[in-house]
């Protein structure tokens, strides 16, 4: 059966669609209640999104429910689908709600699965390997299985956002619009924000500890989930990244390999695995939590999270890339 509905009830008594020929779903994990939230208004969905999502669905032998978020009954809206308990909830929205909704599922909740709704769409393209929202829900549908994420969580007293690709805090955060623009082939728009960026590359430098050592001093630091990292091969913890550019002219390189390649290769960068840091700086610090710009108090501590949540992913993940 299926069922599109735009009010904060999801599981109405759903009309009855006769289903032809359904697809296969995935052997993996039962999938017999399906809950899709949309949010209408991320740029990735489109106008048409929830019809869209209703004759995909339509396929396959499940029973499903489809609910547009709207802003004033977001919280009300997403705590009733968790309630409801379905064997996977999918999330077609920006990279900032679907991380709220995966943080609010926790390890306990059903499994979530985060479709490609937003600009940069670092978490699903981690797990299904595209931008396309169409693909991921199918490849979510046919190959899925339960996935641990691992991630991480930001706060600085007052803000708190969990990740689960990565952080970017210090004035470098700014290089990730430019690094995106350049893989949508947009160079004059990459351009205006590598400029922007090394306007304030020396704005303020970091002092940060890693795991209670001495403090140290950076550029910027990248703390990034295994999930996604080239260089960690299980979920032991964080890799953490200082970016250190003594001059312009490291800044600028720098700058290049995180728009173009592993900005790893640069020998202003250094990395270790870490379970938590403390970050400290004499103003605000600007951050860029997987995909989502920040602005920071002048102290921040972030931590690793073992099991953030369950995503339904095939298995093993097809990332598209890895940072």
Not at 11 to 30: C, G, K, N, R, S
Not at 132 to 155: F, N, S
Request: aromatic content about 6%.
């Amino acid at each position: 059966m299926n069922e599109t509905a735009a009010s904060a009830s999801i599981l109405e008594t759903p009309a009855e669609t006769p289903i032809t020929e359904p697809h296969v779903l995935t052997p993996h994990v039962a999938l017999g209640r399906v809950i899709m939230l949309i949010n209408p208004s991320s740029g990735g969905v489109g106008p048409n999104a929830a019809e869209e999502a209703a004759a995909i669905l339509a396929d396959y032998p499940c029973e499903t429910a489809i609910l547009a978020l709207e802003g004033a009954q977001f919280d009300t809206q997403v705590q009733q689908a968790l309630d409801a308990r379905p064997d996977v909830l999918f999330v077609l929205a920006g990279d900032g709600t679907a991380g709220t909704i995966a943080s609010r599922a926790g390890p306990d909740g059903p499994l979530v699965a985060p479709l490609p709704g937003g600009t940069m769409n670092m978490l699903p393209r981690a797990l299904y390997g595209t931008a396309d929202w169409k693909v991921a829900l199918r490849r979510a549908l046919e190959e899925g299985a339960p996935q641990r994420v691992a991630g991480g969580e930001v706060t600085d007293g007052r803000f708190r956002q969990a990740f689960y690709c990565a952080a970017i805090l210090g004035a470098p955060a700014l290089w990730a619009p430019a690094r995106e623009a350049v893989r949508e082939g947009k160079f004059g728009l990459a351009w205006a924000y590598g400029r922007r960026a090394l306007k304030r590359a020396f704005s303020g430098r970091l002092r940060f500890s890693l795991d209670g050592r001495a403090d140290r001093r950076a550029e910027a630091l990248v703390l990034i989930s295994p999930m996604i990292s080239k260089a960690m091969d299980e979920h032991t913890g964080l890799e953490a990244a200082a970016m250190n550019p003594s001059d312009a002219l490291q800044a600028f390189r720098l700058a290049a390999h995180a728009v173009f390649d592993d900005w790893r290769q640069d020998p202003a960068v250094t990395t270790k695995a870490i379970q938590q840091a403390t970050i400290r700086a004499r103003s605000r610090i600007p951050a860029v939590i997987d995909g989502e710009p920040a602005l920071l108090r002048h102290q921040a501590k972030v931590r690793f999270i073992r099991t953030a949540f369950r995503a339904l992913a095939p298995n093993p993940p097809t990332s598209e890339e890895s940072v």
